[in-house]
Each structure stands twice: as C-alpha cells, then as structure tokens.
C-alpha cells in the first residue's frame, strides 16, 4: 500500500512528535533519491546559484532558473513536500509575490519560500490567502549577502534576539506552516522553537530546532569546492567519481 503524500500540514503536524529532515535537489534523479530516502521535505533551494549554476551566491538567481529546476524536480512526482524558493526581486510587492508563487506552484511546487520575517509579513499573508502553502526563512538571509558583506550568524546581539523572535511570530501570524532558521544562534534558535507552534528547521543555527535542513551537495560532497563550516560530510562523492573517472581514461 502506497504511502500517504505529504502535505504542508503534514509538516506542521511533525511539530513535537518527529525530527524533520529536509534537504535540496535540482533535478530529477536528485529529488527521486531524496524521495526514495524519505526524506518528508524536499527544497528546490535558489542555492542551486551557486551548485548548479556557478555563480558566486544566490542574488543571480531568476525566476527562469527557479521554473527550470522545480519543472524537473516534479517529475520525480515525490511522496515528499516539493518546496521551492522565490528568488531575489520576485516578491518585492503583494501582487509581484502572489503572481511569482504561482508561478511556481504551475511547474509543480507545491509550497514555496521567501526570506524575511516581519518585512515580509504582507506577501505572506496575500500567497497564503491564495491558498498557497508558506515556508518561511529567518536569520541570516543569502539574498543579502552582498550588502552584508558575508555569511554572520544572528542574535548574538539583545536586539537581534528581540528582532529574530519578532519575525518568528510575524511568519506565524502570516500562516507560515513551518520556518526555516539559518545561522540563528543556538540559544536564540532554541527559544524560537520553543515559542512558535510550527516547526523550526535550522541550518546552521544548532541542534535544538524540530528540523534540520541542508544543501543536499554539502551532505554527500558533490561540491568539493566549498564546504560550509557546521556542515560535516556524510560521504565525498565527487571524489570517488573522480577516481573512477581517472581509472576509466587510464584503462583506455
């Protein structure tokens, strides 16, 4: 018997009762393995900017690219929820962020994500009241990367505690279902979770969120170039593909 399909409020309903693992993927083959893993919670993350596509951090990332990489990603038809991210300048206004999200959910999202909390709330509340599932994004924000000069991690500061749990609530208001927190500080992203009633996933941001997510690229080492600092490798793909490949041209 067919397992059921897993829904945003599937996620939601995790809250409390089991971890939630969530990892990217881009493609076809990438989103089947992570299906067939059970992974519960699959993002077409605009990190493919920088894994897929070269550039170096994610504000190159166009709604083309992000249509391209969720149209592929769905044919893998996953059990999982297939969340997909709404890139740089695509939700800048209400009517910009509904029209952008459904966008997306046409090539086969079937909930999307945006960076922001409280800044944001509006377009939360015009794509959740058009019946589009949200995940929210709080911390550090890579759409900013550029005018912050880099990756920081947030709420060391009293008054950057005060703002991230600000923005928590704000997500929650706005009706997002669960809230990704990257690079959070470990105590700030433990009382988010203990405050908010959805689901935290962090990355970056310790071990005490109900979930973690990462760059599935990260995990199994398909990116060997760059390896962020919290994330330890499960396995170095690339490596072993090079050998092989090496093997194969010396055999010839």
């Not at 893993?37 to 994610?58: C, F, K, Q, R, Y």
């Not at 709330?121 to 589009?132: L, S």
Request: net charge negative; proline share 6%; aromatic share 6%.
């Amino acid at each position: 018997m067919q397992s059921p399909k897993i829904t945003a409020e599937s996620i939601r309903a995790m809250k409390g009762h089991a971890r939630i693992a969530a990892l990217t993927a881009y493609d076809y083959p990438f989103t089947r393995l992570l299906d067939e893993a059970g992974v519960p919670l699959i993002l077409v993350g605009d990190s493919l900017g920088m894994v897929v596509l070269g550039h170096p951090d994610t504000t190159h990332v166009t709604m083309a690219d992000m249509e391209h990489h969720t149209r592929a990603a769905a044919r893998a038809h996953p059990r999982a929820l297939l969340a997909a991210d709404l890139p740089i300048h695509s939700y800048r206004t209400l009517e910009e962020a509904v029209a952008n999200a459904r966008r997306l959910m046409a090539v086969g999202a079937e909930a999307v994500k945006a960076e922001g909390g409280g800044a944001i709330a509006g377009q939360v509340r015009a794509i959740v009241a058009a019946g589009i599932p949200f995940l929210g994004h709080i911390g550090m924000l890579p759409q900013h990367v550029v005018e912050e000069g880099g990756y920081h991690v947030k709420g060391r500061e009293a008054a950057e505690r005060e703002a991230l749990l600000a923005d928590a609530y704000a997500l929650v208001e706005a009706g997002a279902f669960a809230m990704v927190l990257e690079l959070v500080a470990a105590p700030v992203a433990r009382a988010i979770t203990a405050a908010v009633p959805v689901p935290t996933i962090g990355i970056g941001s310790g071990p005490d969120c109900d979930g973690q997510i990462l760059v599935i690229n990260d995990l199994v080492g398909t990116f060997p170039w760059f390896t962020p600092r919290f994330v330890k490798p499960r396995l170095q793909a690339f490596a072993e593909m090079r050998t092989a490949i090496d093997d194969w041209r010396r055999s010839l």
